[in-house]
């Protein structure tokens, strides 16, 4: 029976999960976002990265082929968090749990694993965000089993407001399977271009998908900066008065974000 497995441990009450199975809509820089905003407000964050493409352990300085204990290992082998994490070169309050390219052949892990690990450690966190692959597969199951919170990030498209209803479907899963205290804390819209009709109509199809309350303000905008930082590796707060329209969003959402996982603490 389903309800067999379901998980009343109390733990994970601080980890996130940000997700959705479409690629390339922003799961990465959303969640780096998020960690440089809250570095740049003296809170202490965990990365951890679930996409075997590595993506958010590269752009923190951390090279997944240098790095002896991965997640991979903590959800394959049981390995402990503490053993895997390591210091990201953008801030001392920003620490990663590195990818690995082999998660690709383990994506049947033990969907505990994980919750189990972080649970460990989170205490250290003011939030744990855990980058996930774009895919509903087993890894992104183990994020949400992992998860008191779930963040999807959409983006106003036609093709990007397809598979919302799977991504809902999935949270439902878990909540249901394994994970009761999960919540769909929001959505967040990334790549809103500065004026298009199509953006706008898509916004409003969402918000009648989802409701006005679910999705997150302000949107992020489709800037050139924020592709720049991704590939130069830094964090979005390095950029100032450059980038003052996506940090001043990134803010937002991070003070938006805290906001909800101190209130369900
Ligand atoms: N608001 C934005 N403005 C400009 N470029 C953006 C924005 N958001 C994301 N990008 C760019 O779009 C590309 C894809 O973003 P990202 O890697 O964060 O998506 P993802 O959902 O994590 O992808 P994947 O599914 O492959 O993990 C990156 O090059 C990123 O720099
Ligand atoms: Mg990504």
Not at 215 to 222: E, G, H, K
Request: charged residues 20%.
């Amino acid at each position: 029976m389903a309800s067999a497995a379901r998980i009343y441990d109390g733990g994970v009450q601080r980890t996130v999960a940000i997700l959705n199975q479409k690629g390339g809509v922003g799961k990465t820089t959303v969640t780096l976002g998020l960690a440089s905003a809250a570095a740049a407000a003296g809170r202490r964050v965990l990365v951890v990265d679930l996409d075997p493409q590595a993506s958010s352990s590269w752009v923190l300085g951390v090279d997944p082929s240098e790095t002896s204990v991965t997640v991979a290992d903590v959800i394959e082998h049981g390995a402990r968090a503490s053993a895997a994490v390591v210091p990201s070169s953008w801030s001392e309050l920003i620490d990663v749990l590195p990818s690995s390219p082999s998660l690709q052949d383990h994506e049947v892990g033990n969907a505990k694993r994980l919750r189990k690990a972080l649970d460990a450690i989170e205490d250290q966190y003011e939030v744990v965000l855990v980058d996930c692959p774009p895919s509903l597969g087993n890894l992104t199951r183990s994020a949400l089993t992992a998860s008191r919170h779930a963040v999807v990030i959409v983006e106003p498209s036609a093709l990007g407001l397809r598979g919302i209803g799977g991504v809902a479907d999935l949270i439902d899963d878990v909540w249901e399977a394994t994970n009761p205290e999960l919540e769909l804390a929001g959505v967040v819209l990334n790549r809103v271009p500065s004026v298009s009709s199509e953006a706008e109509r898509r916004i409003d199809e969402l918000t009648r998908i989802v409701g006005r309350q679910a999705i997150w303000m302000p949107p992020l905008p489709q800037r050139v900066i924020v592709n720049q930082a991704i590939g130069e590796r830094r964090p979005i707060h390095a950029y100032g008065s450059r980038a003052a329209e996506p940090i001043a969003a990134f803010d937002a959402l991070w003070r938006k974000l805290r906001t909800v996982v101190r209130r369900a603490l």
